[in-house]
Nanobody, 128 residues
Framework: QVQLVESGGGSVQAGGSLRLSCVHSGYIRSTACMGWFRQAPGKEREAVARIYHGGTAPYYTNSVKDRFTISTENAKNAIYLQMNSLKPEDTAIYYC?????????????????????WGQGTQVTVSS
């Protein structure tokens, strides 16, 4: 059973940076798709970024392009989300998710229901 655990959230001022980590237990093959999602109060959960567990084909939603970077470090069973130039609208709970089929790393962003396995989330708050 794979478990995902996020960390690295916190409170920052606009323009600041945070790096989120998602560490998993158990084996995940390189062709699985790993995604970062976020959910703000009163809003639906939305996809932010995704990448193959092997570290290829990063993809971002338009609102975070050129500010966020997703990466993997297989030796540490970790997936990262480096967030720079943070804005108040980035405030949300951020979740890590895994799609073991890998299909969600193709085409445009897939909905949260396409992912099999989720972490508990980490809160990010950006103040103006």
């Amino acid at each position: 059973q794979v478990q995902l655990v996020e960390s690295g959230g916190g409170s920052v001022q606009a323009g600041g940076s945070l790096r989120l980590s998602c560490v998993h237990s158990g084996y995940i093959r390189s062709t699985a798709c790993m995604g970062w999602f976020r959910q703000a109060p009163g809003k639906e959960r939305e996809a932010v970024a995704r990448i193959y567990h092997g570290g290829t084909a990063p993809y971002y939603t338009n609102s975070v392009k050129d500010r966020f970077t997703i990466s993997t470090e297989n030796a540490k069973n970790a997936i990262y989300l480096q967030m720079n130039s943070l804005k108040p609208e980035d405030t949300a709970i951020y979740y890590c998710a895994a799609d073991f089929s890998g299909r969600t790393c193709t085409g445009t962003m897939w909905p949260p229901t396409s992912y099999n396995n989720w972490g508990q989330g980490t809160q990010v708050t950006v103040s103006s």
